[in-house]
């Protein structure tokens, strides 16, 4: 958890240098995009540790660390407010919004995928394992009758 804070505070000091340096929005986009893959990162970590029966974690911590994240992309927001295009802040929300359906989209589709080579691979064990018995059978079968 710590590693996704860390990386999204360095992208989000980056982004904030750049900015003050009198650089555009547009030349710091690939630190934009590790900022919120931290963000994104940080905030599955955490909700998984609480899904799972065996959480003990500090919930305190991992709140902190949401918080300063919020506190960043509140930054950020101002920040193409002011330095960005008009509209710049919202269509960000709304290419962020598609970007994360997408990925669940594809990480459903490679999730059921695998799903279904799983199965297939079960299934193609079973019917070698059902023809290696049959086989066994019949040659048992044809053993006590005396033909081999």
């Excluded at 609480?50 to 500090?58: L, T, V």
């Excluded at 709140?63 to 930054?75: G, Q, W």
């Excluded at 962020?96 to 669940?104: I, Y």
């Excluded at 691979?121 to 079968?141: E, F, H, M, N």
């Amino acid at each position: 958890m710590l590693a996704e804070l860390a990386a999204a505070n360095a992208a989000f000091g980056v982004i904030k240098q750049a900015v003050a340096n009198g650089r555009d929005i547009a030349s710091v986009g690939s630190q934009i995009v590790k900022f919120v893959d931290g963000k994104e990162e940080l905030q599955r970590k955490v909700t998984n540790k609480k899904n799972s029966p065996f959480y003990r974690g500090n919930d305190f911590e991992e709140f902190m660390a949401l918080e300063v994240i919020k506190e960043k992309e509140e930054e950020l927001k101002q920040i193409m407010i002011i330095c960005g295009r008009p509209g710049l802040w919202n269509d960000w929300i709304k290419f962020q919004a598609e970007a994360r359906k997408a990925r669940l989209e594809a990480e459903e589709a490679a999730r059921k995928r695998k799903q279904k080579i799983l199965e297939i691979a079960i299934l193609s064990t079973a019917i070698v394992i059902g023809i290696g018995v049959l086989s066994v059978i019949v040659y048992i079968g044809l053993k006590r009758r005396g033909i081999l």
